[in-house]
């Protein structure tokens, strides 16, 4: 099946600070998006990209759909401490009865103020 | 707009008894899909439905667990006789399905602890 491999792991930055994180997937998807997750919550949806090459902002955060679909970045610039959370990429093929979004393990990020 | 919601917030059962989670999508919303997260992981995906149809079911276990999406109620993700593998937190997510958007929308999820 399907991997996806994100990074890095956790980071530790100080507050105002940018933020980088990365997907990448043994094999191609048609949508990326991008999620944020709090303790006990539910991931809450930050981004969607559904063309490769696409760059899409929300406020502070950007994010691209790699050129060859098995990739995409997530930035958020000027970091502040409620950015925390863990941040996960997930990716979707689209089509058919085959709508199911295959995860990343997650970047936890911890905001220093 | 009301969310996705999901109850109970969090589950107690001891081995061999049965979890039943709920679900309710988003208003508008007719497409559930029902995620397992285990701690420290990412988000597996289980099952997708729509009202009274199991769409994709590839990543159910094939014994003691079984969901359904009534014409009315919400979605329901049932597991019986759990074990402590079970233990984990299952999250539901809804979509439109409609026009290009085809984002997930995922509830706070049901925290399932056996005993």
């Known amino acids: 099946g399907q991997q996806l491999n994100q990074s890095p792991q956790s980071m530790f930055i100080q507050e105002g600070e940018d933020v980088s994180m990365n997907c990448t997937s043994s094999?191609?998807?048609?949508?990326w998006l991008w999620y944020k997750q709090d303790p006990g919550e539910g991931p809450v949806l930050l981004i969607a990209?559904?063309?490769?090459?696409e760059l899409t902002s929300n406020g502070r955060l950007t994010a691209q759909f790699g050129i060859t679909r098995k990739d995409s970045f997530l930035n958020i610039s000027a970091s502040i401490p409620s950015d925390v959370g863990i941040y996960f990429c997930?990716?979707?093929?689209?089509?058919?009865?085959?709508?199911?979004?295959?995860f990343g393990k997650g970047t936890l990020l911890t905001v220093n103020p | 707009n009301a969310g996705v919601m999901q109850n109970p917030r969090h589950l107690v059962r001891r081995r061999g008894q049965e979890a039943r989670l709920r679900c309710s999508p988003m208003?508008?919303?007719?497409?559930v899909y029902w995620y397992r997260q285990l701690p420290e992981e990412g988000l597996k995906f289980m099952v997708y439905?729509?009202?009274?149809?199991?769409?994709?079911e590839s990543g159910m276990p094939k014994e003691r667990f079984s969901a359904e999406f009534p014409k009315e109620g919400p979605s329901i993700l049932r597991i019986q006789q759990v074990v402590r593998g079970d233990s984990a937190a299952y999250f539901c997510?809804?979509?439109?399905?409609?026009?290009?958007?085809?984002?997930?929308?995922f509830g706070p999820g049901t925290r399932l602890t056996v005993t």
């Open positions: 094999s191609i998807f048609n949508t």
């Open positions: 439905l729509q009202k009274e149809n199991i769409i994709d």
């Open positions: 997930a990716g979707q093929l689209r089509g058919g009865s085959n709508y199911k979004l295959t």
């Open positions: 990209l559904y063309k490769a090459g």
């Open positions: 208003k508008g919303h007719s497409h």
């Open positions: 997510a809804s979509s439109p399905i409609t026009g290009p958007s085809y984002e997930q929308y």
